[in-house]
């Protein structure tokens, strides 16, 4: 099969085995570039890239991967909160353990999600990103009346736009840097931020993104961290100290309270939303040519939001 690895020089497409073992075979459809991957990369990383993966299993079933490993016997995993499992925080899939940037992926069973009726499995990388954006607005408790503001309009920004509307917030402020990012949070509903709010999103992963979010929020309010941060990134503390701000942190994604997977959440929105794929998926390029969709994701050109690679 046709793959794209991680080498020295970046990426190369390379020519390898079919995965075998156990699990479920699935064609790959659609492998979307996170800025993990960039960062795998850069600190070395010569798997097969990428976990934001949809494809079809044997039986024809168009599916979408949870991209976090799990073990499948321990009590996290047993409720549903596999994103808590030691082997998410080891079996880092696209780092330690191969992605899916494939023609082939072998996953646990446990881990694919069937897509709805109307999600195309070409749409639905994005799927698990989304529902990172998801996770993140759950674990802000944003629900009708809570006024949410979003720092960072990358593809978990907007996505993170979306699921605040969903969840049913009052008002939704994006921080945005570029005017093509601003515009496209207006068109999903976001206004540009004024006065501090109930939840901020923060999910940029830089120092000034965490310091803004603190700054946006009110007296007792929340801050969520999807970013992740490098170990040079100074945490403030007499900010949040002086308000009581909660900074809560946010990883991945889980089962909800009801036993579903947040991933199937975000696909029943993308279906009732077509506009969305339409809009955030800006670039899509055949496996061939992964190495210029790497180099379009690592650019951030204005115009780009999320790049998909179709194996």
């Given at each position: 099969?046709?793959a794209?690895?991680?080498?020295?020089?970046?990426?190369?497409v390379?020519d390898?085995?079919?995965?075998d073992?156990?699990g479920?075979?699935?064609t790959?459809?659609?492998?979307?570039?996170?800025?993990s991957?960039?960062?795998?990369?850069?600190?070395?990383s010569?798997?097969?890239?990428?976990?934001?993966?949809?494809?079809?299993?044997r039986?024809g079933t168009?599916?979408?991967?949870?991209g976090?490993?799990r073990?499948?016997?321990c009590?996290?995993?047993a409720e549903?909160?596999?994103n808590l499992?030691?082997?998410a925080?080891?079996?880092?899939?696209?780092?330690?353990?191969?992605?899916?940037?494939?023609?082939?992926?072998?996953?646990?069973?446990?881990a694919?999600?069937?897509?709805?009726?109307?999600?195309r499995?070409?749409d639905?990388?994005?799927?698990?990103?989304?529902?990172?954006?998801?996770?993140?607005?759950?674990?802000?408790?944003?629900?009708?009346g809570?006024r949410?503001?979003?720092?960072?309009?990358?593809?978990?920004?907007?996505l993170?736009?979306?699921?605040?509307t969903?969840?049913?917030a009052?008002e939704?402020?994006?921080?945005?840097?570029?005017p093509h990012?601003r515009?496209?949070?207006?068109?999903?509903?976001?206004?540009?931020?004024g006065?501090v709010?109930?939840?901020?999103?923060?999910?940029t992963?830089a120092?000034s993104?965490?310091?803004?979010?603190v700054?946006?929020?009110r007296?007792?309010?929340?801050?969520?961290?999807?970013?992740v941060?490098?170990p040079?990134?100074r945490w403030?503390?007499?900010e949040?100290f002086v308000?009581e701000?909660c900074?809560?942190?946010?990883?991945?994604?889980?089962?909800?309270?009801?036993?579903?997977?947040e991933?199937?959440r975000?696909?029943?929105?993308?279906v009732?939303r077509?506009?969305?794929?339409?809009?955030v998926i800006?670039?899509?390029?055949?496996i061939?040519e992964?190495?210029?969709?790497?180099?379009?994701a690592?650019?951030?050109?204005?115009?780009?939001?999320?790049?998909?690679?179709?194996?």
């Amino acid at each position: 099969m046709r793959a794209v690895r991680g080498t020295p020089s970046g990426v190369r497409v390379v020519d390898q085995d079919d995965p075998d073992g156990a699990g479920e075979l699935i064609t790959v459809t659609a492998v979307s570039i996170c800025a993990s991957d960039l960062r795998y990369l850069s600190r070395g990383s010569r798997q097969i890239v990428g976990h934001e993966i949809a494809g079809v299993t044997r039986d024809g079933t168009p599916v979408v991967v949870e991209g976090v490993s799990r073990c499948d016997a321990c009590a996290w995993c047993a409720e549903g909160r596999y994103n808590l499992c030691h082997k998410a925080g080891t079996d880092v899939i696209g780092m330690t353990v191969p992605g899916g940037m494939a023609e082939f992926y072998l996953a646990p069973r446990s881990a694919l999600v069937p897509l709805p009726d109307g999600l195309r499995p070409e749409d639905a990388s994005i799927v698990e990103p989304g529902a990172i954006a998801w996770h993140a607005c759950r674990k802000g408790r944003i629900g009708p009346g809570v006024r949410v503001a979003v720092v960072g309009a990358g593809a978990i920004g907007i996505l993170a736009v979306l699921a605040a509307t969903e969840l049913g917030a009052a008002e939704i402020a994006l921080e945005a840097r570029y005017p093509h990012q601003r515009e496209l949070g207006e068109q999903f509903g976001a206004s540009t931020p004024g006065g501090v709010y109930d939840v901020v999103i923060e999910a940029t992963g830089a120092e000034s993104g965490l310091a803004r979010s603190v700054e946006l929020a009110r007296p007792l309010g929340t801050v969520v961290t999807v970013g992740v941060y490098g170990p040079e990134v100074r945490w403030p503390y007499r900010e949040p100290f002086v308000k009581e701000v909660c900074v809560v942190p946010s990883i991945a994604y889980c089962h909800d309270e009801t036993g579903t997977s947040e991933l199937a959440r975000v696909a029943t929105l993308l279906v009732s939303r077509p506009d969305i794929a339409d809009t955030v998926i800006t670039h899509r390029f055949g496996i061939d040519e992964a190495e210029r969709a790497f180099e379009v994701a690592a650019a951030r050109r204005p115009g780009t939001c999320k790049v998909v690679v179709h194996p």
